[in-house]
């Protein structure tokens, strides 16, 4: 199995392509250890204190003005793992639900979600392992992060729910001791960080976007063999046409047409005394309608490499500022318009 090395902040889009299709493993760049260890020493202390703190020492939602008690703060991050392990319909595949892992992997590595290293630890331990969550692949996202799906990936992290090992589902505690892997037990905010962020949107629009190039890669060659399997011309190809126009997409799509029909023995047979003024417009404006797609891809991939890049939890660790403060990143308004792009491409 491939194994990348990533800095939080700095995967790039072959990076989450490798994740996806070679189900490789990941581990986090050990220099981001101090940021991870210092966010979780904030976390501690908050737990331990007087002052609120959404998610560390309160309640959740309706209940926040509840204040948890010290002794009870795995009981509460416990709960809330279980009880939102409401997910419905068939499991993903398992190189979706390993890519989500991966993201949240990414999200944690941020320092600013608050959890110990020992959750980072196990995770990726997890990936290289092959101990997989199952993933319903239906349930709450996008509003308030991916809570249903999230928590399924948490709850084998605890020693609960199920997971696939060597092609086998099993309960979750069983795949761990069988990876010869320790369940955790989650410590304050933990819970609220694994459940709460993008990564199970974020990784199936990834998996929309990866489908979606390589079917335009292969249009392009179906385009292509089209051309010449009815003796067309070549001349739409030529990239001053493209140049013209300008945009990116056209302009490589006409290139790979170009280099797919270079040295075509049946382009040759009908080069000369061809009384054909144009081909059919279905034919001659490929590149137009092929490379079109792909530049949105190329928008939503920019949307969807900053979102894996991103911390997505709630409340976030801002070390600089000494703040522990509640925001909106969970909300996935930019990977629901990612995906509409996808759709439209």
């Excluded at 490798?18 to 493993?25: K, P």
Aim: glycine share 10%.
């Amino acid at each position: 199995m491939t194994e990348l090395v990533v800095m939080p902040g700095a995967a790039r889009l072959d990076d989450l392509a490798a994740l996806y299709w070679e189900s490789a493993g990941l581990r986090l760049d050990p220099a981001c250890r101090p940021d991870i260890e210092e966010a979780a020493r904030r976390i501690a202390r908050a737990a331990a204190g007087n002052e609120a703190v959404y998610g560390v020492n309160t309640g959740f939602g309706k209940l926040a003005s509840v204040k948890i008690a010290p002794k009870d703060t795995a009981t509460l991050q416990r709960n809330l793992i279980l009880s939102h392990c409401c997910g419905v319909g068939e499991p993903v595949p398992v190189r979706m639900a390993r890519l989500m892992m991966a993201l949240k992997l990414l999200s944690l590595g941020r320092g600013a979600s608050g959890v110990r290293g020992e959750l980072i630890d196990l995770l990726e331990e997890m990936l290289a392992r092959g101990v997989t969550p199952v993933i319903p692949a239906q349930g709450s996202v996008g509003a308030s992060g991916d809570l249903a799906p999230l928590a399924h990936m948490a709850a084998v992290m605890m020693g609960a729910g199920e997971a696939e090992y060597e092609g086998r589902v099993m309960p979750g505690a069983e795949a761990l001791a069988a990876a010869g892997l320790v369940p955790v037990e989650l410590g304050a905010k933990e819970g609220l960080a694994l459940i709460n962020g993008t990564q199970f949107s974020t990784a199936f629009a990834l998996a929309g976007l990866f489908e979606a190039w390589r079917a335009a890669q292969n249009a392009l060659l179906i385009s292509a063999m089209s051309t010449d399997a009815i003796m067309g011309s070549t001349a739409p190809l030529q990239p001053e046409i493209h140049s013209l126009r300008g945009h990116r997409g056209q302009i490589e799509a006409a290139e790979a047409m170009s280099r797919v029909l270079d040295g075509s023995v049946i382009r040759e047979s009908h080069r000369e005394d061809d009384a054909r003024v144009q081909d059919p417009y279905c034919i001659r404006c490929q590149p137009q309608v092929t490379g079109a797609a792909m530049d949105v891809l190329r928008q939503a991939a920019q949307t969807l490499v900053t979102e894996a890049n991103a911390a997505t939890d709630n409340p976030l660790v801002l070390r600089d500022a000494d703040l522990i403060v509640s925001g909106g990143n969970f909300h996935a308004e930019p990977v629901g318009f990612a995906a509409d792009m996808i759709a439209l491409a």
